[in-house]
């Protein structure tokens, strides 16, 4: 599908899922490989999902995450965090928590439901 004929309603489904679920591809990731910091996770976002996302944007989602008990931060020596500026020095690297797989999953399970009922074709048998 060539950009200028890309409708309204496709690129608002696709800012709800790269955008607005953000916390379920940060929880993949960090399933895959737990201990990763904003920059790498932004990197893998982009490496594995085509997801370009704000700086700031994800730091709002990993905090949400956070405050939430999904994920755990803990800091690195020797590295510097630009966002962090009383981390000075260190670097913030986040973890997936148990609840953190368990919402993961659940996630994974509805719109995997949600695909399906999609997907499903009307029949008249």
Do not use: C
């Amino acid at each position: 599908m060539s950009e200028s004929s890309t409708s309204r309603a496709f690129e608002r489904l696709r800012k709800k899922l790269e955008g607005e679920v953000l916390w379920i591809y940060v929880s993949n990731l960090l399933l895959e490989e737990n201990g990763l910091s904003v920059v790498e996770l932004k990197k893998r976002l982009k490496e594995k999902f085509l997801i370009s996302t704000k700086t700031v944007y994800l730091y709002t989602v990993l905090y949400r995450m956070e405050r939430e008990g999904l994920i755990r931060r803990e800091t690195r020596e020797g590295k510097e965090s630009v966002y962090f500026l009383e981390n000075k020095g260190k670097e913030s690297v986040y973890f997936l928590e148990n609840k953190g797989k368990e919402v993961y999953m659940r996630g994974l399970e509805y719109l995997k439901s949600k695909l399906e009922l999609l997907s499903m074709r009307n029949r008249t048998d």
